[in-house]
């Protein structure tokens, strides 16, 4: 850690220039000891499936993605999950690692994060019953709502197989470079359907009362950690809140996570509602942070860091969750897709730059429902960091932005500022003639030089380099 002058340690993970004396959000910033590694803030880049995942053909693209948001300061990245063999398939030949020449094809992926100086950890998924496929298996012959496929119930021999296959996951993804792996426990995915007596319906030593229905992630999670030694990052997600019949109970939620520490996780991450709930927990109508009370439920029953997670899209809000004692850390996926310097820009106090993700799923999770490729709403780069690269322009250029005062010209406005090529913006919008930018845009307030012109669209051209149409209700476009 580097001395900050008197006024503490500096916030690692984020460029120099980029740090404040007194940080804005000590709590978010503050590093975390693990014991074995530390890491530079409580950030943790939530799983989030984007479709890069699925081909080993897009790893180039998925190293970028991720690398960008390394850069950006995240302190600790978790992918969108990988099965750990077929039977543990979401969808036929998507994202595996179950060999050797699998776990090298993720070396660019891990060196390109860690060239940023950034740490990441793979994600272990099973799917159990929510597998789109006929090869799926679960712990009893109970059909999913959400899949078309009814799953073969496993023998116990096949209990042994799956837990070797967890176990080979995790070293391979050691061997590819990672610095750890998140064993998904939670959203009603294969770990979650034993745990949950709805799902489970055995009576033999995997089935019945919750001690043995605990068994499985419990001898996953302490294998895993057996099989990695103690340096390896193990994050387990937890499924705290269940939302739906049948699920597991607060005591028995209790007492799975102090099980899960025995067995050796570094980490307990948050998880709310199984896939087949019908209660909503990330869309836009949830307000910030609405299930942080949950996490803060278990703090003082394990001794572990604790993540929360949802809806958490604003470092003040962050900030609040951790300064009160809710969680050790905070969980973001879309946040970061919708900005990847989230992290450098609320350490720089550029908070009222931060891109914000407005939780629509539209172009993220809606997109990897169609079977499309991830992207944003708000950040159309996302997913597509090789293809759409900005590069600085032999000389700065005057842009006139044309009908500045709306959506569309405020986003652009907020591109351009930012781009290395813009040397003069001119924004003109007839009804906020006169008016300082920050009175119409208040996020791009520090930019306060700038005024709306009242020029007429020819006008406002005459005199750029280059001109851009953002028109607002009834301006005419007429050059």
């Excluded at 900050?4 to 007194?22: C, F, I, K, S």
């Excluded at 005024?451 to 050059?479: I, K, N, Q, Y």
Aim: aromatic share 6%.
């Amino acid at each position: 850690m580097a001395d900050n002058g008197g006024h503490g340690p500096r916030p690692a993970g984020v460029p120099a220039a980029d740090r404040l004396v007194t940080p804005a959000y000590p709590h978010l910033l503050a590093p975390l000891d693990l014991g074995f590694t530390t890491l530079p803030n409580r950030v943790l880049m939530g799983s989030m499936h984007t479709g890069l995942e699925d081909k080993a053909r897009h790893f180039p693209r998925l190293a970028a993605y991720f690398a960008e948001r390394a850069r950006g300061g995240v302190g600790l990245i978790v992918t969108g999950g990988f099965a750990p063999n077929i039977e543990g398939w979401l969808s036929p030949f998507g994202s595996t690692l179950a060999s050797s020449s699998a776990a090298r094809a993720h070396r660019p992926v891990t060196q390109a994060v860690h060239a940023e100086g950034g740490k990441i950890a793979l994600q272990v998924l099973h799917a159990g019953r929510y597998g789109y496929s006929p090869l799926c298996v679960a712990p009893s012959r109970v059909k999913s709502p959400i899949s078309r496929f009814t799953p073969r119930e496993l023998s116990a021999a096949g209990i042994e197989r799956q837990i070797r296959a967890f176990v080979r996951c995790a070293a391979l993804a050691r061997d590819a470079g990672y610095d750890g792996v998140e064993v998904m426990g939670s959203e009603g995915y294969f770990i979650n359907q034993f745990l949950a007596a709805q799902a489970n319906r055995r009576t033999d030593a995997w089935g019945g009362d919750y001690a043995n229905r605990m068994r499985l992630p419990v001898e996953i999670v302490s294998r895993i950690r057996e099989k990695v030694g103690r340096d390896f990052i193990v994050i387990y997600r937890l499924s705290m809140l269940d939302l739906v019949p049948g699920g597991s109970t607060w005591d028995e939620v209790v007492t799975l996570a102090k099980a899960i520490e025995r067995a050796g996780a570094t980490i307990i991450n948050t998880g709310i509602g199984w896939h087949e709930a019908r209660v909503p927990t990330i869309a836009t109508s949830v307000p910030r942070a609405a299930f942080a009370w949950v996490t803060r439920k278990l703090k003082g029953e394990v001794s572990i860091p604790l993540c929360t997670t949802n809806r958490i899209n604003d470092p003040a809000v962050a900030e609040r969750v951790l300064a009160e004692g809710a969680a050790d850390m905070v969980s973001m996926a879309r946040p970061l897709l919708a900005d990847p310097e989230f992290v450098r820009k609320a350490a720089a106090g550029r908070a009222d730059e931060i891109n914000t993700c407005i939780a629509c799923n539209q172009a993220c999770l809606d997109h990897v429902f169609a079977g499309r490729m991830s992207s944003c709403l708000v950040n159309p780069r996302a997913c597509h960091e090789t293809e759409l690269v900005i590069r600085p322009a032999p000389a700065r250029k005057r842009v006139a932005v044309v009908g500045a005062a709306g959506f569309a010209g405020g986003e652009l406005l907020r591109l351009l500022f930012r781009h290395p090529a813009v040397g003069e913006v001119v924004a003109t919008s007839r009804s906020q003639a006169g008016k300082p930018l920050g009175a119409v845009h208040p996020g791009l307030a520090r930019h306060g030089e700038v005024r709306f012109s009242g020029a007429a669209p020819a006008e406002a051209a005459a005199g750029a380099d280059v001109t851009f149409l953002a028109l607002e209700h009834g301006e005419s476009s007429a050059l």
